[in-house]
């Protein structure tokens, strides 16, 4: 048996009890806020944290991409590092799923495994057409932030999509400057509602698409969360060759972390503050 699994019996069995145990090696009982990113998930039924069929379950398998079976490395890793009081912030490309009848599949896994979950848009979400509708399918314990914020251990916790920035390659004035400047102002949408409703409160930002790289040192991304005076941004999308342009660490007064999957080993990380 796996080391998660028997883990997840423990907190199960304790959790029945109505005990609070925290079963990590080496944790405390303070709760703590893990993220991670670009699940990529695309389950086709109901199916169980183990034994999944590659061929039968999954729609689009992302061995193809050398992650193989990440499923379950990320199930294990989560086990193994989670726990039930704890909150996992998850910035986009959650599912591969078109429509929210299938995504329904993949949220229901991410369900079953420990602690409280705060998801965000990323630009694979094609089932993310309605906020209000995405919110009636979640599980519970499951939160959906787009263009507004949620509150998670005194933190304010923020979210929007984000989106390429100008001068990046592939930019087109044309047709990329008015979603841009939209995510903008729904990120400061989102950060003006929580300053005046917890202007007392740290802000965390979770956006899918980084915020600076090597080519873009600044952005209005970057100007906003400066303005509302944002601790952390969790930024997910780049994968393979493309985390060359990865910035992390403190930058421009903001704490960048890149928190896609296959950056973290699909190990929930701690969020830096």
Same mark, same amino acid.
């Given at each position: 048996?796996?080391?998660?699994?028997?883990?997840?019996?423990?907190?199960?069995?304790?959790?029945?009890?109505?005990?609070?145990?925290?079963?990590?090696?080496?944790?405390?009982?303070?709760?703590?806020?893990?993220?991670?990113?670009?699940?990529?998930?695309?389950?086709?039924? &109901?199916?169980?944290?183990?034994?999944?069929?590659?061929?039968?379950?999954?729609?689009?398998?992302?061995?193809?991409?050398?992650?193989?079976?990440?499923?379950?490395?990320?199930?294990?890793?989560?086990?193994?590092?989670?726990?039930?009081?704890?909150?996992?912030?998850?910035?986009?490309?959650?599912?591969?799923?078109?429509?929210?009848?299938?995504?329904?599949?993949?949220?229901?896994?991410?369900?079953?495994? &420990?602690?409280?979950?705060?998801?965000?848009?990323?630009?694979?979400?094609?089932?993310?057409?309605?906020?209000?509708?995405?919110?009636?399918?979640?599980?519970?314990?499951?939160?959906?932030?787009?263009?507004?914020?949620?509150?998670?251990?005194?933190?304010?916790?923020?979210?929007?999509?984000?989106?390429?920035?100008?001068?990046?390659?592939?930019?087109?004035?044309?047709?990329?400057?008015?979603?841009?400047?939209?995510?903008?102002?729904?990120?400061?949408?989102?950060?003006?509602?929580?300053?005046?409703?917890?202007?007392?409160?740290?802000?965390?930002?979770?956006?899918?698409?980084? &915020?600076?790289? &090597?080519?873009?040192?600044?952005?209005?991304?970057?100007?906003?969360?400066?303005?509302?005076?944002?601790?952390?941004?969790?930024?997910?999308?780049?994968?393979?060759?493309?985390?060359?342009?990865?910035?992390?660490?403190?930058?421009?007064?903001?704490?960048?972390?890149?928190?896609?999957?296959?950056?973290?080993?699909?190990?929930?990380?701690?969020?830096?503050?």
């Amino acid at each position: 048996m796996e080391l998660g699994f028997w883990l997840h019996r423990a907190r199960s069995c304790y959790n029945d009890m109505n005990l609070k145990i925290d079963v990590r090696k080496g944790s405390g009982t303070d709760l703590s806020l893990f993220a991670i990113s670009d699940l990529h998930l695309s389950f086709n039924k &109901p199916v169980g944290l183990y034994h999944i069929d590659f061929q039968a379950d999954i729609d689009k398998p992302m061995d193809v991409f050398g992650w193989e079976r990440h499923y379950d490395q990320v199930r294990d890793a989560w086990l193994e590092t989670v726990g039930a009081d704890d909150t996992v912030l998850i910035p986009g490309d959650i599912s591969w799923a078109l429509r929210l009848d299938q995504a329904r599949y993949d949220f229901d896994w991410i369900n079953a495994l &420990p602690g409280r979950k705060v998801l965000s848009p990323g630009n694979h979400c094609y089932y993310a057409q309605s906020k209000k509708k995405v919110r009636e399918t979640l599980p519970e314990g499951m939160e959906w932030i787009d263009a507004d914020y949620t509150v998670v251990e005194g933190i304010v916790i923020a979210g929007t999509r984000g989106w390429n920035l100008p001068g990046e390659p592939g930019w087109e004035e044309e047709t990329d400057r008015r979603i841009y400047d939209r995510q903008v102002g729904r990120l400061k949408m989102a950060l003006a509602s929580a300053a005046k409703e917890h202007p007392e409160k740290e802000r965390i930002v979770m956006l899918h698409f980084p &915020p600076a790289t &090597p080519k873009v040192p600044d952005s209005d991304f970057m100007e906003v969360m400066r303005e509302y005076g944002v601790k952390t941004c969790l930024y997910g999308h780049l994968h393979g060759r493309s985390r060359r342009d990865v910035i992390e660490g403190e930058y421009g007064g903001v704490i960048l972390q890149l928190v896609s999957c296959d950056y973290l080993d699909f190990k929930p990380v701690k969020v830096k503050l």
